[in-house]
């Protein structure tokens, strides 16, 4: 658990990249088999003009640059909220291990909220998930961010 805290504490950095930026305080990480951080991300759909440019898709695109392999097998993904369908279907493309996410998402999460499409027998490659890791500093960090677009 200690190791999984302080991979999150380096996603939740990334998180505030984001949101100096003003965009949704979204980050992950990307850790080889190694314990080492092979590529970052923040959420940046409105810098890049870029629908896809999720904190998860970011990193996946860093760590496989570093790797000249689109492949990421014995991967873990640190990221702060609970992936999307997009970004858990990029995970699985990559062969990702292990995803552990901070917060849950009650809208879009795949992992637990609205689905756990990790789980499903059509996939050729499982994912491991664990949520809940650090959640409360990074469910703060949504909330905050919210209230302050929305005037509260």
């Known amino acids: 658990m200690a190791r999984d805290e302080f991979f999150m504490h380096r996603a939740l950095d990334q998180a ?3 949101l100096a930026e003003g965009e949704v305080p979204i980050g992950a990480v990307i850790v080889n088999a190694e314990g080492v951080i092979i590529g970052a991300g923040y959420n940046a759909p409105r ?10 898709i970011q990193a996946l695109r860093a760590a496989s640059a570093e790797c000249g392999n689109y492949r990421l097998q014995g991967c873990t993904v640190y990221v702060t909220l609970e992936p999307c369908m997009m970004c858990l279907g990029a995970m699985i493309h990559a062969r990702i291990e292990r995803v552990v996410y901070g ?6 999460g795949m992992l637990a909220s609205v689905a756990n499409l990790a789980d499903q027998p059509w996939f050729n490659h499982r994912v491991n998930h664990q949520g809940g890791v ?19």
Do not use: M, S
């Open 103 to 108: 917060a849950r998402e009650p809208r879009t």
């Open 134 to 152: 650090l959640a409360t500093p990074c469910k703060r960090l949504l909330t905050e961010f919210f209230k302050t677009r929305r005037g509260e």
């Open 16 to 18: 505030r990249l984001a």
């Open 47 to 56: 810098r890049d003009h870029d629908p896809t440019a999720h904190a998860e």
